[in-house]
Each structure stands twice: as C-alpha cells, then as structure tokens.
C-alpha cells in the first residue's frame, strides 16, 4: 500500500514558477514508478511527466515539454514537479500517482489506468 500527499500548489501569475512535491508513505517507493496528472474544471485528466523509479528516465506531454521538469529523491520517499514559465492554462488540479513498475518510462506511463495510488490533488490557479 502506498499513500500519495501532493503539496505546493497555489496561486502564481503567468509567467511565474511553482514546485509541487508528491510525499509517499511506504518503504518500496523506489520500486514505483510516479506520474503527474492534471485535471481542468470541465476537462478529462490529462498526462503532465513521469519519472522511472531510479529517476533515470523522464516523459513529458508535449504541451509543458521545457517548462516542467519531474525529479524525485528516494531516500525522502518524494517526487517534484518544477514548473516555470506558467501560462493560465495550466490552471488545473494536479495528482501524482504511483505504478508499480521498474523499467524505464515509455508512452504507456501517460495513461492513467497503469497507476496503481493516486493522491487527492493540490490546485495550481495561474492567473493572466
């Protein structure tokens, strides 16, 4: 069983930064591999990066490829997700999410139902 609390999301304008980080309960976090989702109010969820379990290799959706940036730090059970120059568009509930998975990161760690934990959310509000 593995819990996911986000943290680190608020208000920012356009063009500002914020880190979220997505804590995790648990002594097998380094044999998950984390996700970022995201979720508009009247939107599907929608893939944001992942992050292999050794950190080793990334995936990013195109449309925040070279703003956002996923790490983790598995000796504090924690994964981030930097992200800077935001645009109001990003404006979105965002979760991170854990599979259970030990190979690197491909186009399938962007679907949602590979996830095994999800956390409650934290809201990002970007404003123009």
């Known amino acids: 069983q593995v819990q996911l609390v986000e943290s680190g999301g608020g208000l920012v304008q356009a063009g500002g930064s914020l880190r979220l980080s997505c804590a995790a309960s648990?002594?097998?976090?380094?044999?998950?591999?984390m996700g970022w989702f995201r979720q508009a109010p009247g939107k599907e969820r929608e893939f944001v990066a992942a992050?292999?379990?050794?950190?080793?290799?990334?995936y990013y959706a195109d449309s925040v490829k070279g703003r956002f940036t996923v790490s983790r730090d598995n000796a504090k059970n924690t994964v981030y997700l930097q992200m800077n120059s935001l645009k109001p568009e990003d404006t979105a509930v965002y979760y991170c999410?854990?599979?259970?998975?030990?190979?690197?990161?491909?186009?399938?760690?962007?679907?949602?139902?590979?996830?095994?934990?999800w956390g409650q959310g934290t809201q990002v509000t970007v404003s123009s």
């Open positions: 999410a854990a599979e259970a998975h030990l190979g690197r990161i491909t186009t399938a760690q962007a679907m949602g139902a590979r996830y095994d934990y």
């Open positions: 648990g002594r097998t976090f380094s044999s998950y591999a």
């Open positions: 992050i292999s379990w050794n950190g080793g290799s990334t």
